[in-house]
């Protein structure tokens, strides 16, 4: 978060009381096993070709050992993909394809 300096011109002290501003969010990396879908690319895609309307809420649940329910929830507001791209296709080693996408986003909420 940016804090601006103010200080008004008839304060009796001379200090500045410091405002908070703008927030800024560095990128959200997320990384998968290649599965064969789309889905990422196709939003990443979008995004390329210009449509302005490709914005999502992006929400990412922690689930408890036993898979019941959440025990935290990031909701990452007005998201969209900057970065697609796909670990070195070597056929011969024995690493898994890993696909990756980078968002960018407004805002986040955590539950």
Same mark, same amino acid.
């Given at each position: 978060?940016?804090?601006?300096?103010?200080?008004?011109?008839?304060?009796?002290?001379?200090?500045?009381?410091?405002?908070?501003?703008?927030?800024?969010?560095?990128?959200?990396?997320?990384?998968?096993?290649?599965?064969?879908?789309?889905?990422?690319?196709?939003?990443?895609?979008? /995004?390329?070709?210009?449509?302005?309307?490709?914005? &999502?809420? +992006?929400?990412? %649940?922690?689930?408890?050992?036993?898979?019941? $329910? #959440? /025990?935290?929830?990031?909701?990452?507001?007005?998201? &969209?993909? +900057?970065?697609? %791209?796909?670990?070195?296709?070597?056929?011969? $080693? #024995?690493?898994?394809?890993?696909?990756?996408?980078?968002?960018?986003?407004?805002?986040?909420?955590?539950?």
């Amino acid at each position: 978060m940016q804090v601006v300096e103010y200080r008004s011109g008839n304060d009796k002290d001379n200090s500045v009381h410091k405002v908070p501003s703008t927030t800024e969010y560095t990128n959200l990396i997320l990384r998968r096993g290649v599965l064969g879908a789309l889905d990422w690319y196709d939003w990443w895609n979008q /995004v390329r070709n210009g449509d302005q309307g490709a914005v &999502r809420n +992006v929400v990412i %649940q922690l689930q408890d050992e036993a898979r019941t $329910g #959440p /025990v935290l929830t990031w909701k990452f507001l007005h998201a &969209r993909p +900057v970065g697609h %791209q796909y670990s070195p296709l070597i056929g011969q $080693g #024995p690493d898994v394809l890993i696909e990756s996408l980078e968002i960018a986003f407004e805002r986040v909420e955590i539950e």
